[in-house]
């Protein structure tokens, strides 16, 4: 009771303060606002995080997710430069006599072109007041080297500072620190609660589809909430609303297919985007019969239309649909996959109020199927989200911008279903659905003093409330059970409310150097437990509950960002401190699956995180790319565990090198190559041995205390571009790739055990993966 | 289940190497190993001895002049070493539902344990199967018995091919198949059984300390967790697990 008043008490006083922040703004005199889109001039598209400058004045503007923005400004003639990386900047004067509505289109910049142009300014990463913002350019991430050629906007961000692959040739990432599932991992809003195909080797976006990708790895402005170390917000291409377009590549691993055009020209359009793996293809030419009979393939689907309903309306709708399949004759198959639907509507309340209202479901599922003898089984588990959302953008003036908004999740977890055939002496088990409901409050905003001090400030307040059908039980501090409650439908089981401040601030020393700060507080309610040292498909999602409370995450970071030569080089030095509180870890034997009894299988801790990035990136030119470089810390902290001190993290890794660097030798060929280093994973591995059972087993001592060799390797790629005749829209090209240069035989695991060779002795094994891996991808467009 | 996932892949992948490595282990310092068990069928036994550094071959100092004793009901049992490191009591055979005590001197420590038998699940059959499995069929016995009404029944599994151990073990509980008649395969990790080889499978219902201690070790072994020292109930650091268990044997030869 108590700690609602207070936290009643502090969102009180906020209020106030944004309201006197406001009002500071808002002295009388003639003022008109300027609103509208911006776009691609050649496909429609609406350009996400377009900025827009007065030349007159400082300060300006950027388009929001729907390529919306508003400037109010007083009575007066302006030039407005609008500008967008890979796009020419343009100019338009505008006479502010009245307020106007304006649709800005960029052309952009051609092949040609792009060497040359060098003259743009742009220095929103020096004056923004976000750090720990990476926005990555679709058409770099299309240029760098990838394992079998498959592009993979996941694997790509993790050449970035302070993100670390989860290994070898993996899509799940760690940021800052934090879990492979702390990453809120959005696309068109809607959660994807697995991104990985076949075992994280693939991510689930197919990158043809993706319009936008901006990751926070810290500063996470207020309106998202959920997750504790990053939010990775995706956003599908809308299609093009002006041409048919067809494109589409085959490629090592996967064929794709992209068709997109206008269902009004000029107004709305709608894109549909398709790729299949086609391992299993080959399978169908081996000899062996067994293999014959094997499955191993996986898809995405994405589809997106939108509609224009009138001047200010417009609904969009979009989906994914994902699912991989691995399948061993009659014995054994399993399946699993992401779907995901939104649903929205912008509407322009007026010009200097944008709204959009969502309707978002997402839904992970694995089904595994089991047949031996007259035993047939089938092994199911589902999360299931369905998300109402609101969300506001008030652009009060050039210096001053709101958004705030609510939103309302209703989350449906099915942990395990066993479900056996009549025949099956295995008896169906269904451990009980848990249901919760999450919601959010948020209020944001981005206010400009004077020249030099930007500030972004927000607050979200969030419920998350456990409720019946359903027995709950409690457990003593040795995992027994020692009570249980049955609850009625909807009734509360366990509610929690939390606060999270986020701040951030940068002061520009001049117009090229700047320093920022952050702090925010993000909480996270659902928890997955994995019993492994990989991603699984069966990795299981459980909500906070009477036993299991929500995460918590504080953190602090300070950063210095200076431009160089006319801001065509950039640098960025941020250290950040990260404290995690109710860290979840399961008890040594614990059996995660098809267990109503999960929860006494769990262990609470906490953890600390703490690290200093360098970030050099040249932006334009012939050569560009970067260089980024992590010295950090991650420790976890439980009680049970290595005699309740701190422990490295698995994902603890003191250096971490990336080099990415893309030249382009002329109009028809560019080259490309990545290079990363970093220090082993932390490791527990045996500190003797002893025999039990007849059998070796290993003893050990301390949790992480050993480190597998250091991870390094080489990309290299090269595209050409067929030649492209004028008049004529097809277009192709071939991309050539090695991955893994030099053929590092770099550890994925490291396993010990009885020589095979000779039993008395112990030896310890080494399995690499993907040793010199060649690809060649064909793309084409129509 | 994951280790499945692991394998399939890999051998999917076909890209995957294998070689020895030179890993610098320090040595860890020397533990008490004590396996004892008590069963219905046979004698008592306790073998106790120590662990060696990783880099050592695979033979394990004995430790004698222990004084060991097993007490069922304030009845003690006490257990002479027979041979180096083994100690035994011909006269101590379980009776399913007794508690069991074990307590250890070595070496001027204290080492105590509790078990307690769990009621005997009679083993009616072995079935054999063909299984479709990744690259090739392969035979898997099927032990058959009827799980008793009620959860909290565990079960251990240990194969014997043509009079040698197979080195691996497989315990669960009847959370899946519960009230019913169980044939859930063993199924090996490496298939090493062929036609005409007699195999023996000895089934044991454990205690819940001794199956989470063995299901522990097994996620350890196989790198599917975080490896650790299983948990045990004996109290004093010693490695190790005391099981007071039935046991029951069948054979079975495939053709």
Redesign the interface.
């Known amino acids: 009771m108590q700690l609602k008043f207070l936290q009643k008490r502090i969102l009180d006083k906020l209020l106030v303060t944004i309201a006197i922040l406001l009002s500071v703004q808002s002295f009388a005199q003639d003022k008109h606002t300027i609103s509208g889109t911006v776009k691609d001039k050649s496909t429609g598209e609406l350009l996400i995080g377009a900025s827009i400058k007065i030349a007159e004045l400082k300060g300006g503007t950027v388009t929001n997710s729907y390529g919306f923005f508003s400037i109010t400004l007083p009575k007066n003639k302006y030039k407005l430069i609008t500008s967008y990386v890979g796009f020419n900047a343009s100019e338009k004067t505008v006479d502010l006599s009245k307020s106007n509505e304006l649709l800005i289109e960029l052309t952009p910049i051609s092949e040609l072109e792009e060497v040359v142009v060098i003259n743009r300014k742009k220095n929103d990463n020096v004056t923004k007041a976000l750090m720990g913002v990476e926005k990555l350019d679709m058409k770099m991430i299309n240029q760098l080297p990838v394992l079998l050629g498959e592009r993979d906007v996941l694997k790509s961000i993790q050449l970035l500072p302070g993100i670390k692959s989860a290994g070898e040739g993996n899509s799940g990432f760690y940021v800052r620190g934090g879990g492979a599932d702390q990453n809120l991992i959005l696309l068109d809003e809607a959660p994807v609660y697995n991104a990985s195909h076949?075992?994280g080797?693939f991510s689930t976006f197919n990158s043809d589809a993706v319009k936008d990708l901006t990751l926070y790895k810290g500063g996470m402005p207020a309106q998202y909430g959920g997750r504790l170390s990053s939010v990775v917000d995706i956003k599908m291409k809308d299609g093009n609303n002006k041409n048919f377009d067809v494109s589409g590549g085959l490629g090592v691993i996967s064929s794709r297919i992209n068709i997109e055009g206008p269902i009004v020209r000029d107004e709305s359009s709608f894109i549909i985007s398709g790729r299949r793996s086609y391992?299993d293809a080959f399978l169908k030419f081996s000899s062996?019969s067994?293999?014959k009979?094997?499955k191993?393939y996986f898809y995405d689907l994405n589809l997106k239309a939108n509609y224009k309903l009138g001047k200010r309306d417009r609904l969009y709708l979009s989906g994914y649909f994902g699912r991989d399949v691995?399948g061993?004759?009659?014995?054994?198959s399993?399946d699993w996959g992401n779907s995901t639907a939104t649903l929205r509507w912008n509407h322009v309340v007026n010009n200097k109020i944008f709204s959009n209202t969502s309707l978002i479901y997402s839904d992970y599922n694995y089904n595994?199927h089991f047949k031996?003898?007259?035993?047939k089984l089938l092994i199911t588990s589902q999360i299931k989200d369905v998300n109402l959302k609101q969300d506001f953008d008030y652009f009060i003036n050039n210096n001053s911008k709101v958004k705030f908004g609510a939103n309302v999740i209703r989350h449906t977890v099915s942990p395990g279903r066993?479900e056996a055939d009549e025949t099956s002496?295995?008896?169906s088990?269904i451990v009980e659905n848990r249901n919760s409901w999450e919601s959010g409050l948020y209020g944001s905003h981005e206010l400009a003093l004077g020249n030099k001090l930007n500030i972004v400030y927000g607050i979200r307040l969030t419920n998350f409330t456990t409720i019946g059908p359903g027995t709950f039980y409690t457990y003593d501090k040795d995992g027994n059970r020692s009570g249980a409650d049955s609850f009625g439908k909807g009734q509360s089981v366990a509610s929690y409310w939390n606060v999270e401040p986020r701040v951030s601030f940068s002061f520009q020393l001049n117009a090229s150097k700047s320093i920022k700060a952050s702090y925010n507080r993000n909480v996270q309610n659902l928890h997955l437990l994995s019993?492994?040292?990989?991603s699984?498909?069966?990795d299981l999602w459980l909500p906070s509950s009477n036993n299991v409370k929500p995460e918590l995450a504080d953190q602090f970071s300070v950063g210095y960002f200076q431009n160089f030569k006319n801001n065509q080089y950039e640098l960025s030095v941020e250290t950040y401190y990260k404290a995690l509180q109710n860290q979840v870890d399961y008890?040594?034997?614990a059996?995660l699956?098809?267990?109503n009894n999960i929860e006494s299988e769990l262990l609470y801790g906490k953890g600390r995180a703490y690290g200093i990035e360098l970030f050099v990136k040249k932006k334009f030119g012939r050569l560009n790319g970067w260089v980024g470089y992590t010295l950090s810390k991650t420790e976890r902290k439980f009680e049970g565990?290595n005699d309740g001190n701190y422990f490295n993290a698995?994902q603890d890794r003191t250096h971490d090198v990336s080099v990415v660097g893309i030249y382009k030798v002329n109009d028809r060929w560019s080259l490309s190559s990545t290079f990363v280093y970093s220090t082993g994973n932390a490791v527990?591995?045996?500190?003797?041995?002893?025999?039990?059972?007849?059998?070796?087993?290993?003893?050990?001592?301390e949790?992480?205390g050993?480190r597998m060799p250091a991870y390094h390797r080489l990309d290299f790629a090269a595209t050409f571009e067929g030649k492209r005749n004028k008049g004529r829209k097809y277009q192709s090209s071939w991309t050539f790739g090695l991955y893994n240069v030099y053929g590092r035989?770099n550890?994925?695991?490291?396993?010990?055990k009885?020589a095979p060779s000779d039993?008395?002795?112990?030896?310890?094994?080494?399995?690499?993966?993907?040793?010199y891996?060649p690809s060649i991808t064909w793309n084409f467009k129509i | 289940?994951?280790q499945?996932?692991?394998s399939?892949?890999?051998i999917?992948?076909l890209?995957?190497?294998?070689?020895?490595?030179?890993?610098d282990?320090?040595?860890?310092s020397?533990?008490i190993?004590i396996?004892a068990t008590v069963t219905n069928a046979t004698y008592a036994q306790v073998t106790i001895?120590?662990?060696?550094?990783?880099s050592?071959?695979?033979?394990?100092p004995t430790v004698s002049g222990a004084t060991v004793n097993i007490s069922d009901n304030g009845v003690n049992y006490p257990l002479t070493e027979s041979k180096a490191g083994t100690y035994s009591n011909n006269s101590l055979i379980g009776v399913p539902g007794h508690t069991y005590n074990l307590l250890v001197k070595v070496e001027g420590k204290e080492y105590s344990s509790t078990s307690i038998m769990p009621l005997q699940v009679h083993l009616d059959t072995l079935?054999l199967?063909k299984?479709?499995?990744?690259?090739?069929?392969v035979w898997?016995v099927?032990p058959q018995y009827s799980d008793p009404a009620g959860f909290g029944h565990y079960y251990m599994f240990?194969e014997t091919i043509n009079s040698k151990?197979f080195?691996q073990?497989w315990v669960w509980?009847d959370?899946?198949?519960?009230?019913?008649?169980?044939?859930?395969?063993l199924i090996q990790s490496d298939s090493t059984i062929n036609v005409n080889d007699t195999i023996e499978i000895e089934m044991r219902c454990i205690d819940r300390n001794v199956f989470?201690?063995f299901?522990?070790?097994q996620?350890?072994?196989n790198?599917?967790?975080?490896?650790?020292?299983?948990?045990n109930e004996i109290t004093g650091g010693a490695?190790?697990?005391f099981s007071a268990h039935t046991t029951q044997r069948k054979k079975v030869k495939v053709q």
């Not at chain 2, 299984?131 to 069929?137: C, D, K, V």
């Open positions: 076949l075992l080797f391992a062996d067994a293999l009979n094997n191993l691995l061993f004759g009659e014995t054994f399993t595994i031996t003898g007259s035993d066993v002496n295995i008896k088990t019993n492994s040292v990989s699984s498909p069966t008890r040594n034997g059996s699956e098809a267990n565990i698995r527990t591995f045996p500190g003797g041995k002893y025999r039990v059972n007849n059998q070796t087993v290993f003893s050990y001592t949790r992480n050993h035989e550890a994925y695991i490291i396993q010990f009885d039993p008395s002795k112990t030896i310890a094994e080494q399995v690499s993966l993907f040793k891996v | 289940m994951k499945v996932l692991i399939i892949f890999f999917t992948a890209l995957g190497c294998k070689k020895e490595i030179n890993v282990l320090p040595n860890a020397q533990q190993v396996e001895s120590k662990s060696v550094a990783f050592n071959s695979n033979t394990y079935l199967e299984l479709f499995w990744g690259h090739e069929s898997v099927k240990i151990q080195p073990f509980d959370r899946i198949v519960n009230n019913s008649i169980s044939t859930i395969p989470r201690y299901t522990a070790l996620g350890s072994q790198n599917a967790t975080t490896p650790a020292n299983p948990e490695l190790g697990y």
